[in-house]
């Protein structure tokens, strides 16, 4: 682990300093991160793409000015979040996600049911609001501590708290009246 973090602090250096071959490094390192981060803020893979390729842009041309305050990483999550909000902003809510089967269970019914749970679930995030569903995607789907998302949201810890607090209890309803349907139509 140490090793990885001195190497980041060596190619972001580098970075800095204009090496676009060790920028190249870095956005091999989190491209997935960031594409995870936009798919799950916006539900649509071509805008999570394009989201991602303008998060490295910006950062690039943003990297002389990072100061090495947060991590690298954090950092870049705080241009990745930006970046997504300008954008979905700007765009028409998508509501048709391609949904996979995140299971290896060898039934059909099983599989159709975990597909179907899986689009219940990602549909229910993308109605909780931009902010909240922000908080929740970074803490829950990219595992950053609190202090991490509030330094990569710049907001207080306390507000990073009540985000995830609210995305929590609207998701727990929405959820709930689904199994309470499901439950019913059995």
């Given at each position: 682990?140490?090793?990885?973090?001195?190497?980041?602090?060596?190619?972001?250096?580098?970075?800095?300093?204009?090496?676009?071959?060790?920028?190249?490094?870095?956005?091999?390192?989190?491209?997935?991160?960031?594409?995870g981060l936009a798919y799950r803020l916006c539900g649509d893979p071509p805008?999570?793409?394009?989201?991602?390729?303008d998060?490295?842009?910006?950062?690039?041309?943003?990297?002389?000015?990072?100061?090495?305050?947060?991590?690298?990483?954090?950092w870049l999550y705080r241009i990745a979040s930006n970046v997504a909000i300008e954008q979905l902003r700007h765009?028409?809510?998508t509501v048709d996600i391609d949904d996979t089967a995140l299971t290896t269970q060898d039934t059909p019914e099983n599989q159709v049911l975990c597909a179907e749970q899986c689009h219940v679930v990602r549909q229910a995030v993308l109605r909780l609001p931009l902010q909240s569903r922000l908080a929740l995607i970074l803490r829950e789907y990219e595992g950053l501590s609190y202090q991490e998302i509030a330094s990569a949201l710049d907001v207080p810890m306390g507000t990073v708290m009540s985000r995830?607090?609210?995305a929590r209890q609207?998701?727990?309803q929405e959820l709930a009246q689904y199994i309470r349907s499901s439950a019913a139509e059995e």
């Amino acid at each position: 682990m140490v090793m990885v973090e001195q190497d980041e602090a060596e190619l972001v250096h580098k970075g800095i300093a204009g090496d676009k071959l060790a920028f190249a490094k870095l956005v091999m390192r989190y491209r997935s991160f960031v594409i995870g981060l936009a798919y799950r803020l916006c539900g649509d893979p071509p805008l999570a793409e394009d989201i991602a390729q303008d998060v490295f842009v910006r950062a690039w041309q943003a990297l002389p000015g990072f100061r090495q305050q947060a991590a690298f990483r954090t950092w870049l999550y705080r241009i990745a979040s930006n970046v997504a909000i300008e954008q979905l902003r700007h765009a028409r809510p998508t509501v048709d996600i391609d949904d996979t089967a995140l299971t290896t269970q060898d039934t059909p019914e099983n599989q159709v049911l975990c597909a179907e749970q899986c689009h219940v679930v990602r549909q229910a995030v993308l109605r909780l609001p931009l902010q909240s569903r922000l908080a929740l995607i970074l803490r829950e789907y990219e595992g950053l501590s609190y202090q991490e998302i509030a330094s990569a949201l710049d907001v207080p810890m306390g507000t990073v708290m009540s985000r995830l607090n609210y995305a929590r209890q609207r998701l727990g309803q929405e959820l709930a009246q689904y199994i309470r349907s499901s439950a019913a139509e059995e």
